[in-house]
T-cell receptor, first 115, second 110 residues
Framework: DTGVSQDPRHKITKRGQNVTFRCDPI?????LYWYRQTLGQGPEFLTY????????KSRLLSDRFSAERPKGSFSTLEIQRTEQGDSAMYLC?????????????FGPGTRLTVL | SQQGEEDPQALSIQEGENATMNCSYK?????LQWYRQNSGRGLVHLIL?????REKHSGRLRVTLDTSKKSSSLLITASRAADTASYFC??????????FGAGTILRVKS
């Protein structure tokens, strides 16, 4: 399968715990995005990488959130001291540099439930 | 922040009927995209229309764009049960991020 993959698909954690999600983009895509989607809403942008450089972060990304893409390939999103309000679907997407119109290819998402 | 509103919020039709959903946006755009999301799954890109285009077709999909009204519509013709999903419009803002609407939930009854 050459699509965007995310791991895990589901995560249940207790409030205050740290969680880390992984995203593997399509191999030749140099752009990688993280979005968060809550029930009944469209996805909201969190952050964006071009290769290993994190070029933009949303105000939604509080200090408890950190994202990395150390070698310009896979990316991780870590949430520290989780809160119930962090419960959401976390979506990763990638796009190639040649995508002038910015069509993005999405993974299946990681559904986080904070108890 | 959400880009705008999608209308209707939910739509239920019989198989074979056409489905029309609308999207409004707030800022000037380079292009507008429509995505589909099946229950519990990721988003799939359906169609992109550039700001200098007024209408575009792809299979059973027809998208229109009215930049003067900052609105777009997605028409799905001859709907099938497999079209049951949530549909989102998205625009691209500075920094290559997509800004999505709240979506329309489409249910096609067989």
């Amino acid at each position: 399968d050459t699509g965007v993959s995310q791991d895990p698909r589901h995560k249940i954690t207790k409030r205050g715990q740290n969680v880390t999600f992984r995203c593997d983009p399509i191999s030749e895509h140099n752009r990688l995005y993280w979005y968060r989607q809550t029930l009944g809403q469209g996805p909201e942008f969190l952050t964006y990488f071009q290769n290993e450089a994190q070029l933009e972060k949303s105000r939604l990304l509080s200090d408890r959130f950190s994202a990395e893409r150390p070698k310009g390939s896979f990316s991780t999103l870590e949430i520290q001291r989780t809160e119930q309000g962090d419960s959401a679907m976390y979506l990763c997407a990638s796009s190639p540099r040649t995508s002038v119109y910015n069509e993005q290819f999405f993974g299946p998402g990681t559904r986080l439930t904070v108890l | 922040s959400q880009q705008g509103e999608e209308d209707p919020q939910a739509l239920s039709i019989q198989e074979g009927e056409n489905a029309t959903m609308n999207c409004s946006y707030k800022t000037s755009i380079n292009n507008l995209q429509w995505y589909r999301q099946n229950s519990g799954r990721g988003l799939v890109h359906l169609i992109l229309i550039r700001s200098n285009e007024r209408e575009k077709h792809s299979g059973r999909l027809r998208v229109t764009l009215d930049t003067s009204k900052k609105s777009s519509s997605l028409l799905i013709t001859a709907s099938r049960a497999a079209d049951t999903a949530s549909y989102f419009c998205a625009t691209v803002e500075y920094g290559n991020k997509l800004v999505f609407g709240a979506g329309t939930i489409l249910r096609v009854k067989s």
